[in-house]
């Protein structure tokens, strides 16, 4: 959906107050702490008990963790893009790493960087900022809503990069762990923050537990001498031991940067006024299928089911598990939720507070708040919809392009030459492909209609504005992965390799 200017301020009226808009009149810091690459079987309270995650485990035990969320479109940069906008990947155009925020398509001429978590925060009144891993084009953030940016470059090497401040020159930087280093950052500027009237929200965007992962530390290794410690995964193929060790070894790592965060939360008398939320942005499949362990882009739980642990002290109930199906397209309106954010940007006055209560209204994902501070909320999504549909910047591999529907009992994928997969969901592992069962015809058939429901609301309606207005680069690089010519810039050849449901629906 695209807004010009007008329209943004005559649908800003529909963005009502929140369940939390007496809770506090202040509004509650925000703080998001983000890895990568961190799958949610690899917590001690999932499917690995012999990892190490204390402050995990205690924020999980403090708050609400969801047992059933999932990262949309596995793979770095569309994550952020979805996370930071609030829409869906054909909707705003980042589809694959290593596109830019700036080139967004579902924004007006001149009006690019606006319609973002971190502006939409700002416009109701809060300080915001950016550390760490950004991914979505350039080193300044400060021109997609953050006061305060420190984005780091180079991260997949964790003991050797660099960082810049404000978007000024790059920093050499140099340690044990790159995420201990950003986190340290972002909590002094949280403390500094804290000293203001306005409340803040704070993005603590760290790169491990992503590839390599041969770079932990020894102390953290050290935690898993052996097989016995840590057992490989039930369905890991390729066993490599130094892998598996490495890979959990950065999860602990990551636990003490999370740790950090608690502490000074605590230190600083914060905690109480602080909603805290852990999460990642895809997973790894951890040699199931015998695909390498930080590999992503599948539909599978290992690469697309994610972490999602949050806390507020006195307002969300502490030591609850939710089995509802939230996803990344849901972050956006529950923070905003969860801060008041539409009833504060109603009171702000500005016309830019009115074109981001209208931008927030025109957000196809679903609040959580109300489900989150023990109300009744029976609008909560039945089924979330997941998607590969690209490998055009992904030069060193070629994965499946898939669409998926995850419910509750099963998750269904199909690819453009048919049916892929057919999983029973719950706590275990998805083992058995059911997709041969003749038992499970209806259900197919069902989870077909689901998904090809999904396309027409989440997809289809973006195809033509995608083409018209992405960059030539990218058009090019489309064209280039459908075999339309190696630099063939045309806008409407590669509609023809656009994904095509027809030939997976079940007989």
């Given at each position: ?17 929140t369940p939390l808009e007496s809770a506090q009149s202040r509004g509650p810091n925000i703080v ?378 099963f998750t269904y994928a199909v690819t453009g030459e048919g049916e892929h997969r057919l999983w ?84």
């Amino acid at each position: 959906m695209n807004f010009n200017r007008r329209e943004f301020l005559e649908v800003a009226g529909s963005a009502l107050a929140t369940p939390l808009e007496s809770a506090q009149s202040r509004g509650p810091n925000i703080v998001y702490v983000l890895s990568d690459t961190h799958r949610w079987g690899a917590m001690p309270f999932t499917q690995t008990p012999g990892v190490r995650t204390p402050s995990m485990d205690r924020l999980r035990q403090e708050g609400v963790s969801f047992n059933h969320c999932y990262t949309n479109l596995p793979i770095c940069t569309p994550y952020r893009a979805i996370m930071m906008t609030g829409r869906w990947p054909y909707q705003q155009g980042l589809m694959e790493n290593h596109m830019k925020l700036a080139e967004r398509v579902d924004m007006p001429e001149g009006n690019q960087y606006r319609g973002t978590l971190a502006w939409t925060f700002k416009d109701a009144g809060y300080r915001t900022a950016h550390f760490g891993k950004w991914h979505l084009g350039g080193t300044d953030t400060r021109r997609f809503g953050f006061d305060k940016s420190v984005v780091w470059e180079g991260t997949n090497n964790h003991r050797k990069c660099s960082y810049s401040v404000d978007g000024g020159p790059l920093v050499a930087w140099q340690g044990e762990s790159n995420a201990t280093a950003t986190t340290e950052q972002a909590l002094e500027w949280m403390e500094q923050a804290s000293r203001g009237p306005e409340p803040f929200l704070l993005v603590i965007s760290l790169n491990p537990p992503h590839g390599p992962v041969q770079d932990a530390s020894d102390r953290k290794k050290a935690l898993y001498p052996s097989e016995k410690q840590l057992p490989f995964h039930p369905l890991d193929k390729l066993r490599e031991w130094e892998a598996h060790r490495d890979y959990h070894a950065w999860v602990s790592a990551v636990d003490d940067d999370l740790g950090l965060v608690m502490r000074r939360l605590e230190t600083t008398g914060l905690a109480k006024d602080t909603v805290l939320i852990y999460t990642s942005d895809h997973g790894g499949m951890s040699g199931v299928d015998g695909i390498e362990y930080g590999q992503k882009r599948h539909p599978n739980d290992e690469s697309s089911r994610v972490p999602f642990l949050i806390r507020w002290p006195g307002h969300i109930p502490a030591g609850r598990r939710f089995d509802d199906l939230i996803s990344t397209i849901d972050v956006v309106p529950t923070l905003a939720g969860l801060g008041g954010v539409g009833a504060r940007l109603a009171r702000g006055g500005t016309s830019q507070a009115k074109e981001s209560a209208a931008y927030l209204a025109s957000l196809p994902g679903h609040d959580f708040s109300l489900r989150l501070m023990g109300s009744e909320d029976k609008s909560t999504p039945e089924s979330v919809f997941l998607m590969h549909p690209s490998n055009m910047n992904n030069a060193n591999h070629y994965e499946p392009i898939w669409r998926a529907v995850v419910t509750r009992e099963f998750t269904y994928a199909v690819t453009g030459e048919g049916e892929h997969r057919l999983w029973k969901n719950g706590d275990g592992y998805q083992k058995d492909n059911l997709l041969g069962n003749p038992a499970y015809l209806d259900t197919r058939r069902e989870l077909w209609r689901k998904l090809d429901g999904w396309m027409d609301r989440v997809e289809r309606p973006y195809y033509d504005n995608w083409f018209a207005r992405a960059a030539e680069k990218e058009v090019k690089a489309w064209n280039r992965e459908h075999g339309f010519g190696k630099d063939n810039p045309d806008r409407s050849i590669g509609r023809k390799a656009l994904f095509d449901m027809s030939k997976s629906k079940p007989a």
